[in-house]
């Protein structure tokens, strides 16, 4: 894995996204720690999608049109769920919330829903894979999952970042209550807006 891999992979990982998003969601609002939990529950969310490439089910996943449709709507719904959620989430979109924040467990498994219900994900590696690496020879399972585990460690760092940030913008943001609640309604608009372009996405 050379440079270029490297580099793609990294800004890929980077590019704000729906698992950027619902890090940086977490992280304003319960605060840096969750924002770590949701960047973990992100980067597992990969690895089925890492476990398909490697064997050759996400070609025939993304080869079966109901197949597709399938994962992609339930992808659509998860993400109106998130942005219902995230609308009606005054009470830990305050910086004086009354009731504890969800558990590091349920968080990680919300991020692992973001990113295992994203149709988006098996495209990446079987467009951009290919492109950055030579799977096609009798080592290409391998490649094929060496680069999909190194890309799940570069989601990892990044999307600790944003949680972090996220988290130490907390107070900042949510001691004005005005702020606080035009943060949640954006939020809360991005993941709707998301769910639209992925209702609207062909393979």
């Not at 440079?3 to 998003?21: D, Q």
């Not at 990892?156 to 005005?178: E, H, I, N, Q, S």
Request: include cysteine; proline fraction near 6%.
């Amino acid at each position: 894995m050379g440079p270029e891999f490297w580099l793609t992979a990294l800004a890929l990982s980077a590019i704000p996204g729906t698992g950027a998003i619902f890090t940086m969601t977490t992280g304003i609002a319960h605060g840096g720690r969750a924002g770590v939990s949701a960047a973990v529950g992100c980067a597992l969310g990969i690895l089925p999608h890492v476990v398909l490439a490697a064997s050759g089910l996400a070609a025939l996943l993304l080869a079966s049109s109901v197949a597709f449709e399938i994962l992609k709507w339930l992808g659509v719904a998860y993400l109106l769920f998130l942005a219902v959620r995230t609308w009606r989430d005054s009470e830990h979109f305050s910086d004086r919330p009354t009731g504890p924040p969800p558990s590091a467990l349920r968080t990680i498994g919300l991020g692992f829903l973001v990113n295992a219900l994203n149709p988006k994900v098996p495209i990446f590696f079987l467009v951009f894979l290919p492109r950055l690496l030579d799977v096609s020879g009798p080592t290409g399972r391998a490649l094929t999952l060496a680069g999909g585990l190194a890309f799940v460690v570069l989601t990892l760092g990044t999307f600790t970042l944003y949680g972090l940030a996220a988290g130490w913008l907390r107070p900042k943001v949510l001691v004005r209550p005005r702020a606080a609640a035009w943060t949640r309604r954006g939020f809360a608009g991005v993941f709707a807006l998301l769910a639209g372009r992925l209702a609207l996405q062909t393979r």
